[in-house]
């Protein structure tokens, strides 16, 4: 079993910055991969960004390239997302997501451990 908690939602200005980390417990962190999803009122959950483990290798989906940036810190076993730029369609829950098995890293079903969410509200 893997335990997430999702911090640092809130609620800002269209252009302004926010940063989400996630804390992972019950399994070797280093050994995760992680992935960012989130919700919008209405609308499926969507996937966000992943980072493998190593690091080395990241995923976006393609409105937030070049604004939102993944990363981790294994020894705080926790994931990071910096997010830049917000627009009003950014508003959404924002979760935390991982896996213990092989899967595709951009869709739902490559996740099995979901943290509850913390929103995001971006005014325009």
């Known amino acids: 079993q893997v335990q997430l908690v999702e911090s640092g939602g809130g609620l800002v200005q269209a252009g302004g910055s926010l940063r989400l980390s996630c804390a992972a417990s019950?399994?070797?962190?280093?050994?995760?991969?992680m992935g960012w999803f989130r919700q919008a009122p209405g609308k499926e959950r969507e996937f966000v960004a992943a980072i493998l483990r190593s690091g080395d290798s990241t995923y976006y989906h393609d409105s937030v390239k070049g604004r939102f940036t993944i990363s981790r810190d294994n020894a705080k076993s926790t994931v990071y997302l910096q997010m830049n730029s917000l627009k009003p369609e950014d508003t959404a829950v924002y979760y935390c997501a991982t896996a213990l098995r092989p899967g595709v890293v951009t869709t739902r079903a490559g996740y099995d451990y979901w943290g509850k969410g913390t929103l995001v509200t971006v005014s325009s």
């Open positions: 019950g399994r070797t962190f280093s050994g995760l991969r």
